[in-house]
C-alpha cells in the first residue's frame, strides 16, 4: 500500500512495521486504539472492536465511514436507542 503525496504521486509505507511498533510509538490510549483499528481495517493486524470505548466521536465517524465504504454502499440504517 501507499500514501499519496502532493508532490510526487505516491511514497510506499510498511503498514505491517507500523502495526508491530504501535505500542512504541508514544501514543495516548485514544491514539492507539485509533490506528489499532485503521490497521485492522487495512488487514494490518487485529484488533478488538471494544477499541472503539476509547475513540472520540471525530475519530469514530472517521471508522464508521471506512467501514461503510468497505461495504460498497454511501449511507448507514441506525436503529432506534434501547
Known amino acids: 500500500m501507499t500514501i499519496p503525496t502532493k508532490r510526487d504521486g505516491a511514497i510506499p509505507c510498511r503498514w505491517g512495521a507500523l502495526a508491530k511498533r504501535l505500542h512504541t ?34 475519530r469514530l465517524k472517521i471508522v464508521l465511514q471506512a467501514m461503510i465504504r468497505l461495504a460498497n454502499t454511501d449511507w448507514i440504517a441506525i436503529g432506534m436507542r434501547l
Open 25 to 58: 510509538l508514544g501514543f495516548d490510549d485514544s491514539e492507539c486504539a485509533f490506528l489499532g483499528l485503521v490497521l485492522s481495517i487495512m488487514s494490518v493486524r487485529q484488533s478488538s472492536l471494544a477499541a472503539v470505548e476509547y475513540l472520540g466521536e471525530h
